[in-house]
């Protein structure tokens, strides 16, 4: 057997880039950090703050793009720092009337192939590569989620947030469903389906407001804070490190 043949299998291709690969994913372990602290450090000033969510492929002359617009600017003016995705459609109308209004405008912006890129109406905009670090902003900042029209996207933030409060893994927080039509026939599945099965528990049915009014929507989270402010007690933030 020759020197050569006595080499460890490392050396064999295969293996090489496997291992090459898992170092890699080993480092990635920093970047996720990095994605964290850097968003945690910019976002810190900017509460109370609501985070608004809905379709990116809405048209600026579509209804619910106006809608989501007014709701910005109202909350925006009420002393309410607005996070949107920082992407186009309802993201953007989210953005935009935040940013005529008195308070921030905050883009979280993601890398995709497709459908994201950067609305021009942020006065904070911050970028990730990795979805669930953006959904934990989303979450760990809001005062309130106002979700409007949209796809899977929206249905996941909202899937998550209700998890969230739901099992005690964030603070309970107004979680308010913009156009009832649009909604109507996925609670009308929470009530039949999912609370007839057991699923859930009637009462996980209080964790959602629907409401269609701009002004209602503002009202409805001063509401759910007038006996406690909006600063999360000692306890509260103690969950939240757990996010």
């Known amino acids: 057997m020759s020197a050569f043949e006595k080499l460890p299998k490392i050396l064999d291709p295969e293996l090489l880039a496997k291992s090459t690969y ?4 080993s480092w990635r372990v920093f970047e996720i950090m990095a994605e964290f602290v850097e968003a945690t450090e910019r976002l810190n000033a900017i509460r109370p703050a609501v985070s608004i969510f809905g379709s990116a492929r809405t048209v600026p002359k579509d209804p619910y793009y ?37 308070s921030p405008s905050v883009g979280l912006n993601i890398q995709l192939p497709h459908e994201q890129h950067a609305n021009a109406y942020q ?3 911050q970028t990730f ?26 249905m996941d933030e909202l899937m998550e947030a209700l998890t969230l409060v739901q099992t005690g893994k964030t ?38 407001k629907v409401i269609d009014e701009p002004e209602a929507v503002v009202e409805a989270i001063f509401k759910h804070y007038e006996a406690r402010g909006f600063e999360p007690s000692a306890e509260e933030r103690e969950i939240q490190l757990n996010l």
Do not use: C
Request: charged share 20%; no cysteine.
């Open 171 to 208: 603070r309970k927080i107004p979680i308010i469903l913009v156009h009832e039509p649009f909604w109507r026939g996925l609670l009308d599945w929470f009530k039949t389906t999912l609370v007839d099965q057991g699923m859930i528990n009637p009462e996980d049915l209080d964790l959602i």
């Open 22 to 25: 898992s170092a890699r994913e």
């Open 123 to 125: 006065d904070i905009s």
């Open 66 to 102: 106006t809608l989501t617009e007014q709701i910005a600017k109202q909350l925006s003016d009420a002393g309410f720092s607005v996070i949107s995705g920082g992407g186009p459609g309802i993201m953007e109308a989210a953005n935009k009337g935040a940013y005529f209004g008195t």
């Open 129 to 154: 590569r990795h979805f669930f670090a953006r959904k934990v902003m989303f979450v760990k900042f809001a005062t309130a989620y106002v979700v409007m029209p949209g796809g899977f996207g929206t």
